[in-house]
């Protein structure tokens, strides 16, 4: 399989057009292809690992995190590395692959937003508004996730068109 960016003269990250999957490894697809911001979490509670998160602008000397009960909210920022404690640091990843937590009935391939349940995403056959990323497993029973590519900002139905052109990811997927 072979990545094909038509519009780019180089990738997000000066790689050619074109170039094997297998050249990536997980080292470097963690260093080169997924976005991590140390983040507060400020949401009064701790969040687990694969939370989608919001920015609290309410901190202003770092950057901080809540959640959201909005469903298709387009305020989402990214998913939470691991599991965060109320007041303290965390990673939250902004772009690339993270096993994210999603509502039951979440499938491979469809579109993400965020759900009226605080941190959890649902899937939809459609992008809409609050589309954030995109599932690349169907959800596992056991662990409430599935594999998620999230999407580089802007997001919604114009954000879709872009962020899949530079990732590439319309000839993946689709």
Known sequence: MTFRRPSLPHGPVGLPLSFPLSSITTERFETEYIRILDMLNNSGAGVLAGSCVITD??????????????????????????????GQQGGVVVVGLVELLVAAGTNANQRLRQST??????????????????????????????????????????????????????????
């Open 117 to 174: 349940t605080a941190g959890i995403a649902e899937g939809t056959v459609n992008t809409t508004e609050g589309t954030f990323a995109i599932a690349r497993s169907n959800r596992n029973p056991d662990t409430l996730r599935a594999l998620a590519l999230l999407l580089p900002s802007p997001r919604g139905t114009a954000g879709w068109v872009l962020g899949s052109s530079l990732l590439g990811i319309d000839t993946i997927l689709n």
């Open 57 to 86: 602008n309410s901190i202003t000397t770092t950057l901080a995190f809540t959640t959201s009960t909005i469903q298709d909210d387009r305020r989402i920022i990214g998913a939470t590395k691991e599991d965060i404690a109320s």
